[in-house]
């Protein structure tokens, strides 16, 4: 079973890639993550942003995996704490189906992508960096993975 961080944007700062990386490699290989970087599209002052949003997303459809389970991370999706991250990484591994978790670009997911996704989750009421999401979603798969391997990393 594979985890897909599907997300829009590239070229990282160095912090980030060191964040992510420093979580991502902790999971051990039945849970691994696999950062796919989609290319975010030029914006500029005049820019169609529905339409840009619209490429990205069919950019981030293209990049899914036949059969994987779809989860869309969106403002306004369902909140979880980490406990029910531990719930949802176990269900994952149980059903051995890929989990691809999406980051849209600056202005969100495109409908089609909302569509596609079996489940929308929303990492927190706060307006996120989007840098940032990917630390806090290896962080955060880590810490699921921890508690359900009773490692000592998640003390809560």
Same mark, same amino acid.
């Not at 992510?20 to 490699?25: G, I, L």
């Not at 914006?43 to 389970?69: M, T, Y």
């Not at 176990?90 to 596609?116: I, N």
């Given at each position: 079973?594979?985890?897909?961080?599907?997300?829009?944007?590239?070229?990282?700062?160095?912090?980030?890639?060191?964040?992510?990386?420093?979580? &991502?490699?902790?999971?051990?290989?039945?849970?691994?993550?696999?950062?796919?970087?989609?290319?975010?599209?030029?914006?500029?002052?005049?820019?169609?942003?529905?339409?840009?949003?619209?490429?990205?997303?069919?950019?981030?459809?293209?990049?899914?995996?036949?059969?994987?389970?779809?989860?869309?991370?969106?403002?306004?999706?369902?909140?979880?704490?980490?406990?029910?991250?531990?719930?949802?990484?176990?269900?994952?591994?149980?059903?051995?189906?890929?989990?691809?978790?999406?980051?849209?670009?600056?202005?969100?997911? &495109?409908?089609?992508?909302?569509?596609?996704?079996?489940?929308?989750?929303?990492?927190?009421?706060?307006?996120?960096?989007?840098?940032?999401?990917?630390?806090?979603?290896?962080?955060?798969?880590?810490?699921?993975? &921890?508690?359900?391997?009773?490692?000592?990393?998640?003390?809560?």
């Amino acid at each position: 079973m594979r985890i897909l961080l599907l997300a829009v944007g590239t070229r990282m700062p160095g912090w980030v890639e060191t964040a992510y990386a420093d979580y &991502s490699v902790r999971l051990p290989h039945e849970c691994r993550l696999e950062l796919v970087e989609i290319a975010a599209l030029p914006r500029g002052k005049n820019a169609d942003l529905a339409r840009i949003k619209q490429q990205e997303g069919e950019r981030l459809l293209k990049a899914v995996p036949r059969d994987s389970l779809v989860i869309a991370l969106d403002e306004r999706g369902r909140e979880a704490d980490s406990a029910a991250w531990a719930q949802s990484l176990a269900g994952w591994m149980q059903s051995g189906r890929d989990t691809c978790l999406l980051v849209g670009g600056p202005d969100g997911h &495109s409908p089609e992508v909302l569509a596609r996704a079996e489940q929308r989750w929303s990492l927190s009421r706060l307006t996120l960096p989007h840098p940032l999401v990917r630390v806090l979603v290896a962080e955060q798969l880590f810490r699921a993975w &921890s508690q359900l391997a009773n490692h000592p990393y998640h003390r809560a």
